[in-house]
C-alpha cells in the first residue's frame, strides 16, 4: 500500500512538469516512423542481389555516419543525401550501384511505416496540446509520410525550410520563429540525442527522450551522443500516460 501511494506521489509530480507546455513537437523518423526497418528493407537488396555480406547493424551504423557526413557540408537536399548515401555503401563495399539503386532510399520513405503506437498516441495528444514536426527532410517526402500519421498538426517544419539540418541549432532557431511561441511551452519529443535531444536542449526547450533501442547493442542508425533529456520514456506510450492522458 505504501508503495502505492509512493507511485502515486511520484505520478503527481511528474505530470505537473506538463502544465504549461502548449506544444509538442516531434522529431519523424526514428521517434515517429520505424525507419530503422525502412532502411534496412531499402537497402538489404543492394547487399544480397551481389552476395555481400553485410549485418543489419553494420548497415544502420555506416547509414548514420555517412548521413553525418553529408549533412556537415554545404546544404544540399535530403534526397540528394539518401542518393550519395546509396553511393558511399557502394564505395564502402566495392560496388557501383545501378541507376535505378540511387533513389532506393528515397523511393521507399513514402511506404516506412509508423510504429504501433504512434498513430493512436498522436490523436490523443492532439486533444490538448498542438502538434509539430521538426525533420531533416524535404517537403515533399514529409507530406508522404504525414499522410501515414493520420493526424493534424499545426506546423510541419523541415530542413528544406530552413536549409540546415538537424543538430545545427538553426532548425530550432527556424521552428521558433515560424511557431512564434516561447520555447518554455515547448515540449521537443524525440529518440536521437545527437539530433535532436542536445540541441533542443541547448536552445531552451525542454525534451522527452523516446529509447527506441532500449535493451538493443548499438546507436543504430543515429550517432552515439547522450545528454540528461528532461524526460525518459521508452515509447509514446509511456509518455501518454506519465502525461496523464492514459
Not at 161 to 180: N, T
Amino acid at each position: 500500500m505504501q508503495g502505492m501511494k509512493i507511485l502515486s506521489m511520484f505520478k503527481q509530480s511528474e505530470m505537473q512538469k506538463f502544465k504549461g507546455f502548449e506544444v509538442l513537437s516531434f522529431d519523424c523518423y526514428g521517434t515517429l516512423i520505424d525507419w530503422k526497418n525502412g532502411i534496412l528493407n531499402a537497402l538489404r537488396p543492394l547487399f544480397s542481389s551481389r552476395e555481400i555480406g553485410c549485418p543489419n547493424e553494420e548497415i544502420l551504423e555506416s547509414y548514420a555516419e555517412f548521413e553525418r557526413e553529408l549533412e556537415q557540408q554545404e546544404y544540399i537536399g535530403y534526397r540528394e543525401v539518401l542518393r550519395r548515401g546509396v553511393e558511399k555503401f557502394g564505395e564502402r563495399k566495392g560496388f557501383e550501384p545501378k541507376a535505378n539503386e540511387l533513389d532506393c532510399l528515397a523511393d521507399s520513405l513514402k511506404g516506412w511505416n509508423p510504429f504501433p503506437d504512434t498513430i493512436g498516441v498522436l490523436k490523443t495528444l492532439n486533444k490538448r496540446f498542438k502538434l509539430a514536426i521538426i525533420s531533416n527532410i524535404d517537403d515533399d517526402l514529409l507530406t508522404r509520410t504525414v499522410d501515414r500519421l493520420k493526424t493534424r498538426f499545426d506546423w510541419l517544419i523541415t530542413s528544406q525550410q530552413a536549409r540546415v539540418y538537424k543538430p545545427s541549432k538553426r532548425m530550432f532557431e527556424f521552428a521558433l520563429e515560424k511557431m512564434d511561441i516561447s520555447p518554455a511551452k515547448i515540449l521537443h519529443v524525440a529518440q536521437s540525442m545527437y539530433h535532436d535531444i542536445i540541441p533542443a536542449k541547448s536552445m531552451g526547450l525542454s525534451t522527452a527522450w523516446i529509447d527506441r533501442r532500449r535493451g538493443k547493442k548499438g546507436p543504430g542508425a543515429t550517432p552515439l551522443a547522450y545528454c540528461r533529456p528532461d524526460i525518459k520514456v521508452p515509447d509514446l506510450e509511456s509518455l501518454v500516460s506519465l502525461i496523464g492522458m492514459k
